[in-house]
């Protein structure tokens, strides 16, 4: 396999219109000296998410931005995966919180959804992709396990983090300080790949 082309400096597109990953990105960069600026800074509009997997959705939004741009790229295409609804919401875990992207009425679906069915298992899932202007682009993907909790609770993170309990753990990614989240969330986890891989030899 060839190795991934690194990244030493600069700025760096990321590739979403969501304040909350937008913020999560920022810090999990920010040890690496890399200028982050969001789409909506860019003014770049969101493609539509027609791939079938999340790495897919990632390349097609990071592909757009690099080229958009002119600069790389980093898109995020992540959500939750729930055992008993045979991986649903999976990719359409944004169109589950509707138009106005209210993530109170998608955790509500997902509760509704759950009605009668004792398997609480999930899995959040986030592939990254990074890409070029000239069409290269480098993928990693990272998985986190737990289980579901309602009502939800706390309201630290974004998205479907109430509802989620890592395993291990007691509380909802909703409840954790967010350097906790970090350590263990499946963006942080694509993100150590990322970063070995295109940032830096090691991780220090």
């Not at 400096?9 to 999560?24: D, F, M, Q, S, W």
Request: neutral net charge; contains cysteine.
């Amino acid at each position: 396999m060839a190795e991934a082309r690194r990244i030493t400096g600069g700025r760096l597109a990321i590739a979403t219109h969501n304040p909350g990953k937008l913020v999560e990105i920022a810090d999990l960069l920010r040890p690496y000296g890399i200028e982050v600026v969001g789409a909506a800074a860019l003014g770049l509009a969101e493609p539509a998410e027609t791939g079938a997997t999340f790495e897919a959705n990632a390349q097609l939004k990071a592909l757009a931005a690099a080229c958009a741009s002119g600069l790389p790229a980093l898109a995020d295409d992540s959500g939750l995966a729930v055992a008993a609804l045979g991986g649903a919401p999976g990719i359409y875990s944004a169109r589950w919180a509707g138009p106005q992207k209210d993530f109170a009425v998608a955790m509500q679906h997902v509760e509704r959804a759950l009605a009668g069915k004792p398997d609480r298992r999930a899995t959040f899932v986030a592939a990254l992709a990074l890409a070029w202007p000239d069409g290269q682009v480098e993928i990693f993907r990272g998985e986190v396990r737990g289980t579901l909790v309602f009502p939800p609770r706390g309201t630290r993170g974004f998205g479907y983090d109430p509802i989620f309990v890592p395993e291990g753990g007691t509380q909802t990614f909703g409840e954790m300080e967010p350097a906790a989240k970090h350590a263990i969330s499946h963006r942080a986890r694509a993100f150590a790949k990322l970063i070995a891989a295109c940032f830096c030899s090691s991780i220090d």
